[in-house]
Structure formats: structure tokens, C-alpha cells
């Protein structure tokens, strides 16, 4: 889904399956249309466009999108959840207590800098005017997402907690099931591990985080 075609497609499936329709014959976009939306060719020029985008209800309450940041051409990418509050007033990415800790596991772990590594989230917009966010949102905001995927075009995609990696292969496995195996998509190596803000609450859990990286760290080097 590297396009805003199928993501306007999803949502307005959404929007009909909340309606109560069971199917639809509508063709909402023409041919000319769907061209108009393809996304740029360029992290500077998408990071522009979502930064303008209105295609969910995130936008009403964000302050700042909160795009990914770090080398374009990184090797290692790490993809979190939604962005917080501190990150929306700020419109930075991974800040905080859970900022510092990414911090910690990039440099002490992988000896790497945060500007080594490409570091995004699958939503861009804060959720702050509602605590849950409906899964079409996520699947709205996943063209941003893919298409980043795609420019920065990564070995090794690291996502942190479960969501994020449920979202980017659909595979719904428990994350401690999963967690620390290299699993192979779309000629990328993607690899679970927790997330920075579970491992705050849930310290016992640095250990396995440890070891997820250090594969990460031997397979960047393969
Ligand atoms: S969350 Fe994503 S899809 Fe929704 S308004 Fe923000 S950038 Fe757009």
C-alpha cells in the first residue's frame, strides 16, 4: 500500500462497514484520480506531504505530525506505535523516558548513533482528542508507513511491541512468541522485540531486548 488510493480506499471501506454495508459496487476513484495520488518519491517530500494530511480524524487534534527521523539510508530501521503527547508539542519522534531509553538501546547496544538509524512510528498524529484509536486509522496512516519502508528501503526492520508488528505483516502472533526471530518479508528482515515504554514499566524484560538486538546487530553485519 504505497499509494493514498488504497489507503482513501480502506477508509471509505471502513466508513461503509460502520454504515452496515456488506459489499459496495462503487468505484470512487478515477483512473486519473488514483495517479494524482501517489505518494513522492522522496522522505523529504512525504515528510511535507503528512505533514498537510488530513485523511483521518487524527489531524483535528495533533499540534505537529511526528514523521520519522534519522539517515534516509539507514541499514537498521525501528518502528514504534503512535507518538505521545511530548512528541506532538514538540513534533519529534521518541522523546522522553521512552526516548531515552530507544537512545540507550541504539548506542550501548548497537553502537550506533539515533542519526544511524531511521526511526518511525506507524501513526504520525497523536491521538489526543481520543484514547483508542480505530484500527482504520492505523490503516489509513500505514500508506505513509509502507511508502517510508520503501524510500529508506532497510535490511533490518526492528518493530517495537506488538502492534507494530502486527500492523506491518498481519501475522496477529503473541510478540513473546515471536519476539527475537528474524522473520523474512518482502526482502526485508524483520525482527520484534519490545517496546521502549514497556520495557519502563517492565524492567525484567531489558534481557530479552538485549539479545533481540544483539542478533540485529550480527545480521547487519552478514
Ligand atoms: S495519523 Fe496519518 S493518516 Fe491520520 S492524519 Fe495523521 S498523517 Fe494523516
Not at 63 to 77: K, L, R, S, T
Not at 83 to 94: K, V, Y
Not at 170 to 175: A, G, I, K, R, V
Not at 180 to 192: A, E, H, L, N
Request: charged letters at 25%.
Amino acid at each position: 500500500m504505497k499509494n493514498l488510493y488504497n489507503a482513501l480506499l480502506l477508509k471509505q471501506l471502513y466508513q461503509l462497514k460502520n454504515l452496515g454495508y456488506r459489499y459496495t459496487n462503487e468505484k470512487p476513484y478515477s483512473h486519473e484520480e488514483r495517479e494524482l495520488l501517489e505518494l513522492p518519491n522522496s522522505i523529504q517530500a512525504l515528510k511535507k506531504q503528512a505533514q498537510n494530511c488530513h485523511l483521518c480524524s487524527l489531524n483535528k487534534g495533533r499540534n505537529h505530525v511526528v514523521f520519522g527521523e534519522g539517515n534516509p539510508q539507514a541499514d537498521i530501521m525501528f518502528i514504534g506505535n503512535v507518538p505521545l503527547e511530548i512528541e506532538d508539542n514538540a513534533g519529534a519522534i521518541f522523546l522522553g523516558r521512552g526516548g531515552e531509553m530507544l537512545t540507550a538501546m541504539i548506542e550501548k547496544v548497537l553502537k550506533l548513533s539515533r542519526e544511524q538509524v531511521y526511526i518511525t512510528n506507524l501513526l504520525k498524529c497523536h491521538p489526543l482528542l481520543t484514547k483508542e484509536v480505530h484500527e482504520s486509522e492505523f490503516h489509513t496512516c500505514k500508506a505513509y508507513l509502507f511508502k517510508e519502508i520503501e524510500l529508506v528501503n532497510p535490511k533490518i526492520i526492528i518493530t517495537l511491541g506488538e502492534r507494530a508488528f502486527h500492523y506491518l505483516t498481519n501475522d496477529f502472533t503473541d510478540l513473546k512468541e515471536i519476539r527475537g526471530r528474524v522473520i523474512k518479508k518482502d526482502g526485508y528482515s524483520i525482527v520484534p522485540t519490545y517496546h521502549p515504554n514497556f520495557l519502563l514499566k517492565n524492567p525484567s524484560f531489558k534481557r530479552e531486548v538485549f539479545l533481540d538486538l544483539k542478533k540485529v546487530q550480527k545480521l547487519s553485519t552478514l
